[in-house]
């Protein structure tokens, strides 16, 4: 359904329409202008004497700048065009079309352009399913422009079309009747304005001054990319999913209100262009050797927004790291939480987590010790509010009952957390995952406080802490039946035992018995896990197992970048090669742009990997999946103030050389060659 | 009659440092309008040490709402950020210290600590 959809974007304002440059948008179909978590256009359909164009082809320029080739509805296919048309689309600080209409003949032809314009102004949290809105709406035919509004107390949106060239408009759209002479062509500059407040620039409206009046997006990205590390390697996909992955990444660069400019990753496209906690987080852990501001500007914004106070229906604690912050009408009148929202319980270990990661990579000592108090915080909130059950682990459970989420883990979805036997358990829930990030903080906490705050008491007790949870992790978690680690506890302390991929972040915390490693090795390459392309989320034989599946089947690239990390931290680089194999045979597939997840179905059987229906693409942690490979395949890490590299290239890889790797060290090489396979 | 708004600044004012601050530095101005005027406040935060005034002059941040809508923002009944969102509340300049200063605004009454909240649910069965 998704797939012929075509994507622009700057920010979180973006463009999603149909091959033709059309926007219709439909419950099922849900393309339109989006700016702010708001639809400023649901309807942007052209026709030329009555008839829709259909797309010729597509030309994908850059992520924001879109050529659409198009040709009326031909009745009879033999018989050539006599008109075509060109759309040229950008987006960058507003959206603007240039629309081009050329006469094939050697006779002037006469012909009526149409433009039906429309907004229903939709929250997204309202796109796929649009109920009775509660404010007005208005439309105004004014000074050669278009301006639709919706207004709902003191909230109010508008879009204002305009035209260079003069169109008869009406509360529906432009027309113009044209004459075009032989082998002529006519050209309209469309201009789409997303404003506020008393018809000010969205941004200006929201925080008082103007957005960028000129976005200067190529350079930008130009600049992007000569600052990102080079590769050189021998396999054609990885190339390609690299280059990919720089420019997607580039992309879902994200500058929210409150970061002065700077930009973080955003989720992902279309529906998650937002600030979440646990996605910016993964992304900049990825992207850390690569790009490590992404990681800077992460840590300033989830700082800035760092809970302070008890709040159900937000579910925020005191040190708590948020879940996801959004813009829309339905955040404003709190019919949604997302003010920030703070459902996760593994954003604030992660947060520790980063900041450690943060430092040994850049050295960036200031930012860690301006860090302490809102670090000191986090660690505080893992034993304080996040061990609901007072017994040493980190578990959720909702309190806002409406509209908060039932999973507070990467697994988000409501039935992803299951026995075996497929019951779900009840509430609060303690995953396995969650203990080993809360047991990783804690160690990289402790060194924060040694090396940076001062404060070797502090280390100590967070080291003692962290002893003891992996000892209480390892007898309480272990499924002696099955030799892994159960995905979660349920509220009486009873395994929640199902086998699923969260085992192989264990392996990235270190949480894991060195005794045992072998054997969750063992697991996440064996056929209940191992599709051949990657590792499922749940393994067969499960009883939710699915191939299909969002979080019960299917394979995660994202995942996997994580899990092949663990499984290089316990020295298994031949199955973490294998691993990093698997994923970039995939991303070839989809001309090196990973989905957010695709079926769990095994290799053998389909040949190819089939996309997960509704996956979102380009989603941010799976385009930073390809840079942690190549970061795990490399074996690189940071020994003082030294890159270091232990390679462990697939040999269908071959030889791989990046270059100029940022880092305390400067830029710095890194070479490996293919052996592992 | 009780005054919310000024029961917090003057709280504010006299907490001298504030932790949950430390990391920001600059002026922010709060105009609150009502039926006779607008009052100012100006709260000047230099890495979490605080000083609250009455002066009506130039700050690095800017905040302008009804005060009736401010006092039940300094009490809880409020949200800050989703008054933001629904424009009833503008922030002007610096809108980061507009974000900051949120953390010294109380949460909503009643609210549960998660512990709490869990046990409440058990018991409920």
């Given at each position: 359904m998704t797939e012929d959809l075509v994507r622009l974007l700057d920010g979180n304002t973006f463009v999603v329409s149909e091959a033709s440059g059309d926007i219709d948008a439909s419950p099922t179909i849900p393309t339109g202008l989006f700016s702010f978590d708001t639809r400023f256009l649901s309807k942007w359909l052209l026709s030329i004497d009555g008839d829709r164009l259909n797309a010729l082809t597509v030309d994908d320029l850059e992520y924001f700048e879109t050529r659409f080739f198009l040709t009326p509805v031909?009745?009879?296919?033999a018989i050539d065009p006599k008109v075509s048309a060109i759309r040229e689309r950008s987006i960058g600080g507003s959206f603007n079309e240039r629309l081009t209409v050329i006469n094939h003949r050697s006779e002037p032809v006469d012909l009526r352009i149409r433009l039906e314009v429309d907004s229903d102004f939709a929250d997204l949290f309202e796109i796929k399913d649009v109920r009775e809105k509660k404010g007005q709406y208005y439309t105004r035919v004014e000074n050669g422009c278009l301006r639709l509004g919706y207004r709902r107390e003191a909230f109010q949106r508008e879009t204002v079309v305009s035209t260079t060239e003069p169109a008869r408009i009406d509360e529906h759209g432009l027309t113009y009747d044209v004459r075009i002479g032989p082998h002529g062509e006519w050209v309209t500059d469309l201009h789409v304005a997303t404003l506020g407040v008393n018809g000010r620039d969205l941004r200006e409206s929201l925080q008082g001054r103007p957005g960028r009046?000129?976005?200067?997006m190529r350079r930008d990205l130009d600049l992007w990319l000569r600052e990102t590390p080079r590769l050189n390697c021998e396999s054609a996909s990885l190339m390609m999913t690299y280059q990919r992955s720089l420019v997607d990444l580039a992309a879902l660069r994200f500058a929210p209100l409150t970061a002065g400019g700077r930009s973080l990753p955003a989720a992902g496209l279309p529906w998650f262009m937002a600030i979440f906690g646990r996605d910016s987080i993964f992304t900049s852990l990825q992207a850390l050797p690569f790009a490590p501001d992404l990681a800077a500007t992460t840590l300033r914004l989830l700082t800035l927004l760092q809970g302070s106070v008890l709040d159900d229906f937000r579910e925020e604690e005191p040190g708590k790291i948020m879940h996801e912050l959004r813009y829309g009408e339905t955040v404003g009148f709190e019919e949604?939480?997302?003010?920030?929202?703070?459902?996760?319980?593994d954003a604030t270990p992660l947060y520790v987590i980063l900041i450690d990661e943060y430092e040994r990579w850049t050295g960036d000592t200031n930012a860690v010790r301006l860090l302490e108090r809102s670090a000191r915080a986090a660690l505080d909130w893992v034993d304080e509010y996040g061990d609901i059950m007072g017994n040493g682990y980190v578990w959720y459970q909702r309190?806002?009952?409406?509209?908060?989420?039932?999973?507070?883990?990467?697994?988000?979805?409501?039935?992803?957390?299951?026995?075996?036997?497929?019951r779900l358990p009840g509430l609060p829930r303690a995953t396995c995952e969650l203990q080993g990030y809360a047991y990783d903080a804690k160690i990289r906490g402790a060194r924060l406080a040694r090396e940076?705050?001062?404060d070797p008491a502090y280390a100590d007790r967070l080291e003692r802490e962290a002893a003891e949870l992996k000892q209480r992790f390892n007898r309480d978690f272990w499924v002696e039946d099955g030799e892994y680690y159960a995905l979660a506890l349920d509220?009486?302390?009873?395994?929640?035992?199902a086998l699923s991929s969260n085992i192989g972040h264990l392996l990235w915390s270190g949480i894991v018995e060195e005794s045992r490693a072998a054997k969750i090795a063992e697991h996440l390459l064996g056929p209940r896990l191992f599709s051949g392309w990657g590792v499922r989320t749940l393994a067969k034989g499960?009883?939710?197992?699915?191939?299909?599946?969002?979080?019960?089947g299917t394979v995660w690239p994202f995942d996997n970048s994580f899990i092949a990390w663990g499984l290089r931290r316990y020295g298994f680089a031949q199955e973490a090669a294998h691993i990093a194999q698997g994923i970039i045979d995939a991303a070839e597939f989809f001309n090196g742009r990973l989905p957010e997840a695709f079926a769990g179905h095994d290799r053998e059987l389909t040949r190819y990997p089939v996309q997960y229906p509704t996956a979102c693409s380009p989603q941010a942690w799976s385009t930073g999946t390809p840079l942690l490979l190549l970061r795990t395949m490399l074996g690189m890490e940071p020994r003082g103030e030294h890159l270091v590299t232990r390679p462990g290239v697939p040999r269908e890889i071959g030889r791989i050389e990046l270059r100029d790797i940022p880092g305390r060290w400067g830029r710095a090489d890194a070479f490996g060659r293919g052996r592992l396979g | 009659m009780s005054d919310p708004t000024a029961e917090f600044f003057d709280g504010l004012g006299r907490r001298g440092h504030e932790p949950l601050l430390q990391e920001a530095t600059g002026t922010i101005r709060f105009d609150l309008e009502h039926d006779h005027g607008i009052d100012h406040w100006l709260v000047t935060i230099n890495n979490g040490d605080i000083q609250v005034s009455r002066e009506d002059r130039e700050a690095d941040s800017v905040v302008r709402a009804d005060k009736g809508l401010f006092d039940r923002i300094v009490s809880g009944g409020e949200n800050l950020y989703a008054a933001w969102v629904r424009n009833e509340l503008r922030a002007v300049g610096d809108i980061r210290l507009a974000r900051f200063i949120q953390r010294v605004f109380p949460g909503?009454?009643?609210?549960?600590?998660p512990r709490m909240f869990a046990s409440e649910r058990r018991r409920q069965g």
């Open positions: 031909a009745a009879t296919p009046v000129k976005t200067e949604q939480p997302h003010s920030p929202y703070f459902g996760s319980a309190r806002n009952e409406q509209t908060g989420l039932e999973n507070q883990c990467w697994k988000d979805s409501p039935e992803a957390i299951s026995y075996r036997d497929g940076f705050w001062n509220a009486d302390g009873g395994q929640v035992d499960e009883a939710r197992y699915n191939p299909l599946g969002y979080h019960v | 909503p009454p009643g609210a549960h600590h």
